[in-house]
Structures are given as structure tokens and as C-alpha cells.
């Protein structure tokens, strides 16, 4: 194959390039929090890090909160490590289709507490039944079958999973519904009746997977649900249809908004696959994405790119981005050598890929960014895949540097760590001598099929699990330059398992639960239920009767919660008991606050047998109410943030009343100084609104109902900066309460936009009537610029909200901001500070003597300065394409690129050949074919160049010319 140029020259010669060139086309949280120790969706959180947090982080764009695992699991090592942590349980599933084994679990169970209060284990298995079991016993409350399990023995020789495949990924719990959402292999309607074996299993091609939402109630389907998957076309490559007997499912699912994400591989990197993300509606079940990683033009036949990541989630960065790891594959678009490609430019075959893929607001996804490591063909080549560990994204509150502010980390196959940088992942043979231009890579003794370890606290660790090896301790800093490093610090005793032994599942039928306390000395009968007992009153004694499951000492008593119990005619410690003797002592529940009331007894305890706790509680409930009435605020502090001018400010406070009889306010006082007064006289407004100071008060009640609250609304409208406040103080007959209220007022912030000039060597101010330049970018190279917003308010200001913001984030187009979360909507910047942005210009790789162009992007703020409004700050780059050979008086060539065409068709149209060497490059040919007179050059297979002055008969296919110019690799020959 030939590229061509043609002469732009007065005689309009034409001097045509041939070679062949490899050309790629170019893509240009998640639910409300429910129990405390919940476990929905693999590795706590969609940052998949592995780390307890408890804070949330809410997604502005999809509204969603993402949950985060709470930090009182309790997992101290000093606690795991004691007699009191060990095993619960031990449940038997009893699954066994057509007597083919035990049940075998490799989604991770999940767990979640349900509108009952109580917390359950929710688990999927291999056969495809599900169970939900209690969290605490291990006792199977409900149990259900999918559909018949599909038979390894139709996999010719692949026995990873063994002896069926049919739930293999983890999914994820909606908290706010508590549906769960995965898929399951099985095989197509025709042989669910199981009348088959695996010595005559129903074959490859009748394999099927769907998509489930179940109720974790009682584990029935949800409405719209189960969704075939088999026959969806690939949006991003209509050559491609799903197989479910060709996929595997591995990755755990994700969950954003109303759309719930699964990845798919392969089975050995056996049969047609290709990898895929599959996308639903999570209500009505609809398919919104269908991408195949193998995409674009790459033909049916091409297999490769699973996504699996040795069962790893999906990660999402609460800000429109998802980010996984895949494996090898055969589409071979990038060469070993000469064809470095930069991360904004990927290629329609994300092979040995990190991946950041933008969630746009249908659901579909585009690929924004990607890193290939540099010896990606010899990888693929070895089957050592990338993606065998997720791609975890690491706590910014703890790793992040300067220059590297977002970090993500994924392990290989090869046993190389790789560190990234979230805002540039790093592309391919970009960095020096052709090598990764990633944060830090670090090459492990083995392969890795888990994902990393990680703890935020003590200045940040990274964990590695090597198979067979020790696993490793990176300790996190910032070097003098901002950069990120992770240093090797310290290695476990004990040798990791082989590739099974590093998982979450088990293969021989049973779920094993771990925990603390792990077997009681003492049963107790806990809990005590003292049912109502009215506030000011006390209840009946109730005797605790302790029996003995062993031979015990109790050294002492300890008491937890609040003080409505009181207990009494303790024996006095120490006390032994004998195996089956008993002790009684008396408690009462005297409430001093109406609800539902709890507290703790420890009887702590010597024990002369091991795996005994060193602890029991006994657990004392009851519900207090209120004959009387009784008054109650909340909150009991209401705060304002207000401008100067600008709209006031309203919220609002419960007056309630929790007796059970009418409730009546005597009188209401208000003060400016304190909650003890002085006492000021409020202004009764005609409307009979209350003014006290700054603040309005509407509603204020004179009697409340029993049971029943009314909403007090508060106006704060100030006049004047500064700190204002005022203490209403409620008389009733139900008790006398203080709500507090405060307002602070500041003056109106002032929004300062800038962007760094083209060169980096100051900032410039934004202009309606200019656009931000990137000024000129070569073709093949990214330039990088920040756009900045400065509050230059005064030191009375308030700060600077951005209320809307439309990055130009994962749009078509050479420029693009590097994520969807700095100056982000929500974003609030203080008086005399700023936040900053990055954007790029990526200009894609092309032929030589292509005009030049022009590209544009906008991005939509309003920063809440109300002198400004809503703008649209404008960006534009010129994409500068190399101009070689004899140049125009512009500076343009006088020989311009014509296209990529087939020779001997028959014979040849460019007969002469001046030279073939390995100097060839575009410049020279096109100079030595203009100096001999030809009207066309092109070049062939690297070294050749050829003049002639006919253009050949057949143009093809510019993926077909991809050749590296043998003097001059970043040029295509």
C-alpha cells in the first residue's frame, strides 16, 4: 500500500507519498447510606480501594451519594488478632444440580440491612442459586434457583471455574431500593428442564447470559427483569453481536444513578469474544450501552481486550468517569516500535488498557483517556495481561502531590505495579526512550490477581498481593519536584496462595462467617424487651438469669449507653461458675427521654477455654413515652450564610410535642446575647410574623397536638456584615428549650477567570469577546494549560459557589478538560482564594502536508458573582500538521497529501525509484522526486520512495498504509 502527496505548485504538480501507516480512529458514589457495617457493591466503594471511609461523596450530575463503607467494622488488628475475632459460622449451601458437586462462590458476598432492621448476607453461586442468610447465625432465610447452571465441559478444556459457570461476577445492592442487580450464565430456554450432564452437555452456542434485579426481601424478580443479554449489537462496532456462550462475566458490577454497568471477557481467551461493557436501566431493564473494547472497524473474527479484572469492580470517580483494566488481544493496531500514541488520541482496540471511559447522560460511555504498557504487543503475545487487577482509585485527601493530584493503581500479569496519574493516564510509548509515562511502575517477583490493598491514614500504604510471594508495602510521599512516589517499605511474614487462593470464594459448599465476639461464655437470653414504660415512671423489676457454656470467672461489670436502666443485686466478683451454673441479678428501665431506649451490661469474664470471648453483653431495650406533654426541638441550632443585597436566606425548626396529651406554650423569649437573655421585645409584624434583629420568625404556635410537630420557618434577610445571632427560648407545659439561630453576612464575592497564556508565562483574564488559546499544538503532541477562578472579593467575602458548570469533559473535539471533577457544580472557593482546572489540546497523530486546523470547546460556569451571571468561557487550539518537502510562500507544502493507494493492479503508475534505505522519510522523498521532475512521490514498506507522474488506479483503505518511515519512525512510510 502507498500514501500519496500531490504538488500545490503554480503547474500544479503532484508529488505523492505512499507507505503503509497504522491510522487510528480516534473516540473523541452510588446510593443513599444504609447499615452502618453494609457491604453493597465489591471493595466498599466504587473507588474500589478496599478502605472503611464513612464520609459520602454526593454526585452532582447523577444526584447520587457514593456510599462508602463505614469505619466501625472493627477491623483492629488488635481485635483479629484476640480470642474474641474467629469464626461464627459455618453454613452449609446445599445446592447441588444433578448431583455435580458442592456449591462453589465467586461473587463476593454482599451484606445489607433491610427495612426489618436486621442485616443479611446475600450470596450467588456457581449453580445459580441465591441465598440471603442471617448475618449473625449464618442461618439460610431464603433461597431460590436462577436457572439451570452452564457446564464447563462445554468450554473444550477450560477449567478455571469448574464444574459450572453460572453467577461469577459480584453485583451490587441499590441501598435506596434494596434490589440487587448481576447476571447469570445458563443455557437458552430449551434445556432448562436440566436434562443434561457433562458427558452430554447442551453445547457452547446455547449458552445465554442475563441480567437480574432481585428483591432482597424475598429474592423475587423485579419488574422488567431478567433481561437477555445474547443478540445485543455493539454500539461501537455494528460488526459484533454479544455470544453469551463465547463470554465470561467477571468484574463486579457498578452502580451510578439509574444505570448499573458489567464487564465480560473470555474463557482462556478461547472462542470469539470480545470484551464488553453492557449497560441497563436499573427500572426498566433497557440496554443503554452495548461497547465492545474490540470496536470501531476491527472485524468479527478479532477477539481480545477482556474486561475481568480477576473479578474486580468497575471504578467510577463520582464525577462522570469510569475507570477498569483490560487483557491481551489480536487487533495488533499498535506496533512495537515507532508508534508512541497519546492518551487522548486511544485506538478503537483497547488492548493491555487502563481505561477512562466518560458516563454521558444517556448512559453510553466515551473513551477519554488510556495507557498501554510499552511492551503491550509482547504482552499480548506471552498472554500477560494488564487488566488482572482492577484499577483502583486512591483517597485525593491523602495521595496526592502537586503534580499529581489523582492516583490510580492497577497490577499485570507480568507482576508490573503501575501507579497513574487519573488526569493523564498516560498512552502509549510516551514517555522517555519510548518507555511508560506513568507516575512510577514497580516490577513484582509474580503475576497479581487482586486488587491493592489500601490505608489512607499514617501518610498513606499501598498493599500488593503477589501470588506465591510475600505481600508488599508501598509507603506514599511527594518528592522535592510534586511528584508522587511510592517506596517498598516492608513485606509479610507469610507467602501469598496461588491464583485461586486470593479471592473471596470458596468451592466446597460453604459460607464462613468471621467476627467478634466469636463464641459467648455466658448465655444470657439477651435481648431484654421492657416493652412502653411512660417518662418519670419505672418499670418493673425484670431478673437476667446468665447460665454458663463453660467454666468461667466474672472479674467485673461494665455499662454502655445511657442511664434509663439501672441494675442491681450483682454477686460480687470475682465469681466462678461451673459449666451449666447460673447467677440472676434485677433490672428496671426508669426513661428519662421518650423513643426507643437501649443500653449495654458487660460481664467480663475469665475463661479457662480458648475461642471464648472475653466479654458477654446483655442487651436492655425499651420505648419510653409521655403521658404529659412534652416539648422537643429540632435542630435545636439553625445557621444562614447570606449576602449582602442579595436573596435572604430561609430554613425552618420543629416545634414538637411527644406527649401523649395537648401541649401549650406559655410564652416565647427572645435575646440577641445569649440563651440566658437579656430579653428584648420582639416586633409583631400585621401578618403576625415575629422580628427579632436580622431574623423573621413565621408559625410560632401557641398549642401543639399530641404526637404531632409545627414547622417554625425563619427568614434571615441582613442589612449588614457581620456575625448575627438570636436565642428563642420556648416555655411550655411540656418543659422550657432554647433553639438557637446564627447568620453570618458577607459581601458579595467577586469571580476572577483566568487561563494560563499559551506559553505558561502568566495568566490572562477572561473575555467575552476572545477566546482562551492554546495557540499552535503539532499533530501527535498534547499541550497542557489551567484555566483558574480566583475569588478577588474582599476579606468580607463570601465565598464563591460555582452553581453551574459544564466542562468541556469527554466531548468530540482535540480539546477537552482532563476530568469532570475540578471546578466541578458545588464547588465553593473562600475570599482570596482559587481553584484551578486542567484542559488540553490533543491534536491526533497524522500524515504529513495535511492543511492545518482549527478546533474549538466551551465551557459553561456561572460562579454566583452576580455581576458576571452564567458565561461560556471559549477555547481554541490550532492543530498544526508538519509541513515537509518544498514550501508555498505561507509556509505550506507545495505537495499536499493525497491518500493511501494500491499499486501493481497490474503494473505500476510510480515506476521509479530513486532510493531505498534506512534514511527514508517524507521530506526527502518528496524533495528527490520534485528535484527529478516527478509530479508524484510516495512512499512504501519503510525504506522505499518512489516518483512518477500518473496517480495509481486503486485508493484504499488508510488503515492499510502503517508503515514507520525507516528514517524517521514518527512519520508512516
Known amino acids: 500500500m502507498m500514501r500519496f502527496f500531490r504538488s500545490e505548485n503554480f503547474a500544479q504538480r503532484a508529488l505523492q507519498t505512499l507507505f503503509s501507516c497504522l491510522f487510528f480512529a480516534?473516540?473523541?458514589?452510588?446510593?443513599?447510606?444504609?447499615?452502618?457495617?453494609?457491604?453493597?457493591?465489591?471493595?466498599?466503594?466504587?473507588?474500589?480501594?478496599?478502605?472503611?471511609?464513612?464520609?459520602?461523596?454526593?454526585?452532582?450530575?447523577?444526584?447520587?451519594?457514593?456510599?462508602?463503607?463505614?469505619?466501625?467494622?472493627?477491623?483492629?488488628?488488635?481485635?483479629?488478632s484476640s480470642a474474641d475475632f474467629g469464626q461464627i459460622f459455618k453454613a452449609l449451601l446445599p445446592g447441588n444440580f444433578n448431583g455435580i458437586g458442592p456449591e462453589q462462590i465467586f461473587s463476593q458476598p454482599l451484606v445489607y440491612?433491610?427495612?426489618?432492621?436486621?442485616q443479611y448476607v446475600y450470596v450467588a453461586t456457581t449453580q445459580n442459586n441465591v441465598y440471603k442468610l442471617d448475618a449473625k447465625t449464618g442461618a439460610i432465610v431464603k433461597s431460590r434457583n436462577l436457572h439451570v447452571p452452564f457446564l464447563t465441559a462445554d468450554l473444550d478444556g477450560c477449567v478455571d471455574i469448574n464444574p459450572t459457570v453460572g453467577v461469577i461476577a459480584t453485583g451490587v445492592i441499590d441501598a435506596e431500593t434494596g434490589i440487587w442487580y448481576f447476571n447469570a450464565k445458563t443455557y437458552s430456554e430449551s434445556f432448562q428442564d436440566g436434562k443434561f450432564s457433562p458427558t452430554n452437555p447442551p453445547g457452547r452456542l446455547n449458552g445465554r447470559y442475563y441480567q437480574h434485579a432481585i428483591h432482597t426481601e424475598d429474592l423475587s424478580e423485579a419488574e422488567n427483569f431478567p433481561v437477555l443479554i445474547d443478540g445485543t449489537v455493539f454500539r461501537n462496532n455494528p460488526n459484533r453481536m454479544f455470544i453469551g456462550g463465547n463470554q465470561l462475566s467477571r468484574p463486579a458490577a457498578l452502580h451510578v444513578g439509574d444505570y448499573i454497568y458489567t464487564g465480560f471477557g473470555s474463557h482462556c481467551v478461547k472462542f470469539n469474544f470480545t470484551g464488553a461493557i453492557i449497560g441497563f436501566h436499573k427500572t426498566t431493564g433497557a440496554i443503554i450501552e452495548a461497547f465492545a473494547t474490540e470496536g470501531g472497524l476491527e472485524p468479527d473474527t478479532v477477539k481480545g481486550g477482556s474486561v475481568w479484572m480477576s473479578g474486580g469492580g468497575l471504578a467510577y470517580d463520582g464525577k462522570e468517569s469510569m475507570y477498569f483494566g483490560t487483557g491481551n488481544g489480536y487487533a495488533s493496531q499498535l506496533k512495537p516500535n515507532g508508534n508512541a500514541i497519546q492518551g487522548r488520541s486511544p485506538p478503537t482496540a483497547l488492548e493491555e488498557a487502563a481505561v477512562n471511559a466518560k458516563i454521558n447522560d444517556d448512559g453510553t460511555i466515551t473513551i477519554v483517556d488510556f495507557f498501554m504498557p510499552w511492551e503491550k504487543t509482547q504482552l499480548d503475545g506471552a498472554d500477560k495481561d494488564l487488566g488482572t487487577s482492577p484499577l483502583e482509585l486512591l483517597q485525593t485527601d491523602t495521595f496526592s502531590c502537586p503534580n499529581h493530584k489523582r492516583i490510580g493503581v492497577i497490577t499485570a500479569k507480568s507482576g508490573k505495579t503501575y501507579w497513574l496519574n487519573l488526569?493523564?493516564?498516560?498512552?502509549?510509548?510516551?514517555g522517555a526512550n519510548s518507555l511508560d509515562a506513568v507516575i512510577q511502575v514497580y516490577q513484582n517477583e509474580n503475576s497479581v490477581y487482586s486488587g491493592a490493598g489500601v490505608m489512607p491514614l499514617g501518610g498513606g500504604y499501598v498493599y500488593i498481593n503477589v501470588i506465591q510471594y510475600p505481600t508488599h508495602a508501598f509507603k506514599f510521599s511527594c518528592d522535592p519536584f510534586g511528584n508522587a512516589v511510592f517506596t517498598r517499605i516492608a513485606d509479610t511474614a507469610e507467602k501469598n496462595a496461588y491464583i485461586l487462593g486470593v479471592g473471596h470464594g470458596t468451592t466446597k459448599g460453604y459460607l464462613y462467617g468471621f467476627g467478634s465476639p466469636v463464641n459467648l461464655p455466658l448465655n444470657c437470653s439477651s435481648p431484654y424487651q421492657f416493652g412502653a414504660v411512660a417518662v418519670g415512671t419505672i418499670s418493673k423489676p425484670m431478673a437476667i438469669i446468665c447460665k454458663a457454656n463453660i467454666a468461667t470467672t466474672i472479674t467485673g461489670w461494665t455499662f454502655s449507653g445511657n442511664d434509663n436502666f439501672d441494675v442491681s443485686n450483682f454477686p460480687m466478683t470475682p465469681f466462678s461458675l461451673a459449666i451449666g451454673q447460673s447467677l440472676t441479678f434485677e433490672a428496671v428501665f426508669q426513661p428519662k427521654a421518650v423513643g426507643p431506649l437501649s443500653s449495654d451490661v458487660l460481664a467480663n469474664t475469665t475463661n479457662g477455654i480458648m475461642g471464648y470471648s472475653a466479654s458477654t453483653p446483655i442487651s436492655l431495650k425499651g420505648t419510653a413515652n409521655s403521658i404529659a406533654p412534652l416539648l422537643a426541638i429540632s435542630p435545636n441550632t439553625v445557621s444562614f450564610n447570606a449576602i449582602i443585597g442579595q436573596d435572604s436566606q430561609s430554613g425552618s425548626a420543629f416545634f414538637d410535642n411527644r406527649g401523649d396529651t395537648l401541649l401549650t406554650i406559655t410564652n416565647v423569649s427572645y435575646s440577641l446575647i445569649s440563651e440566658r437573655g437579656p430579653w428584648i421585645t420582639p416586633e409583631i409584624k400585621s401578618e403576625g410574623t415575629v422580628q427579632v434583629g436580622m431574623f423573621k420568625f413565621t408559625n410560632i404556635p401557641s398549642t401543639i397536638q399530641n404526637q404531632t410537630f409545627e414547622t417554625v420557618g425563619i427568614i434571615y434577610a441582613p442589612k449588614e456584615v457581620g456575625n448575627h445571632a438570636v436565642y428563642v427560648k420556648v416555655f411550655s407545659d411540656g418543659g422550657n428549650l432554647v433553639l438557637d439561630v446564627f447568620g453570618m453576612a458577607n459581601t458579595p464575592p467577586i469571580a476572577l477567570i483566568e487561563f494560563e497564556k499559551s506559553d505558561g508565562s502568566r495568566w490572562l483574564p477572561f473575555s467575552n469577546s476572545a477566546a482562551f488559546t492554546f495557540g499552535g499544538v503539532f499533530e501527535g503532541q498534547t499541550k497542557y494549560l489551567n484555566l483558574r477562578v480566583t475569588n478577588n472579593g474582599s476579606t468580607t467575602a463570601g465565598p464563591l459557589s460555582i452553581t453551574v458548570s459544564k466542562p468541556p469533559y469527554g466531548v468530540p473535539g482535540i480539546i477537552n478538560a482532563v476530568n469532570g471533577v475540578d471546578l466541578a457544580k458545588g464547588s465553593s472557593i473562600k475570599a482570596g482564594q482559587s481553584q484551578t482546572a486542567t484542559l488540553y489540546c490533543a491534536v491526533p497523530k497524522s500524515q504529513v502536508n495535511l492543511p492545518s486546523y482549527n478546533g474549538t470547546a466551551t465551557w459553561t460556569m456561572n460562579t454566583g458573582d452576580q455581576t458576571m451571571g452564567k458565561q461560556v468561557i471559549n477555547f481554541i487550539c490550532n492543530a498544526v500538521v508538519e509541513q515537509v518537502g518544498p514550501l508555498l510562500s505561507n509556509g505550506t507544502a507545495q505537495y499536499e497529501y493525497v491518500g493511501c493507494f494500491k499499486e501493481n493492479n497490474?503494473?505500476?503508475?510510480?515506476?521509479?525509484?530513486?532510493?531505498?534505505?534506512?534514511?527514508?522519510?517524507?521530506?526527502?522523498?518528496?524533495?528527490?522526486?520534485?528535484?527529478?521532475?516527478?509530479?508524484?512521490?510516495?512512499?512504501?514498506?519503510?525504506?522505499?520512495?518512489?516518483?512518477?507522474?500518473?496517480?495509481?488506479?486503486?485508493?484504499?483503505?488508510?488503515?492499510?498504509?502503517?508503515?514507520?518511515?525507516?528514517?524517521?519512525?514518527n512519520q508512516t512510510c
Not at 450530575?61 to 483479629?80: C, G, Q
Open 906 to 969: 497490474p503494473g505500476r503508475q510510480l515506476a521509479t525509484s530513486p532510493y531505498g534505505d534506512a534514511s527514508n522519510n517524507n521530506g526527502r522523498c518528496i524533495n528527490t522526486c520534485s528535484s527529478l521532475g516527478y509530479e508524484f512521490a510516495a512512499t512504501q514498506y519503510s525504506s522505499e520512495c518512489w516518483c512518477g507522474n500518473a496517480i495509481p488506479i486503486q485508493k484504499d483503505n488508510e488503515n492499510d498504509c502503517n508503515y514507520p518511515c525507516s528514517g524517521n519512525v
Open 26 to 80: 480516534i473516540n473523541v458514589s452510588t446510593e443513599p447510606l444504609s447499615g452502618n457495617t453494609d457491604t453493597i457493591t465489591w471493595g466498599g466503594d466504587n473507588s474500589r480501594s478496599g478502605y472503611q471511609r464513612q464520609a459520602p461523596v454526593f454526585d452532582n450530575k447523577f444526584n447520587i451519594s457514593i456510599l462508602t463503607v463505614y469505619s466501625n467494622h472493627n477491623l483492629d488488628p488488635t481485635v483479629v
Open 423 to 430: 488526569n493523564n493516564l498516560g498512552g502509549y510509548q510516551m
Open 113 to 118: 440491612t433491610g427495612s426489618d432492621g436486621a
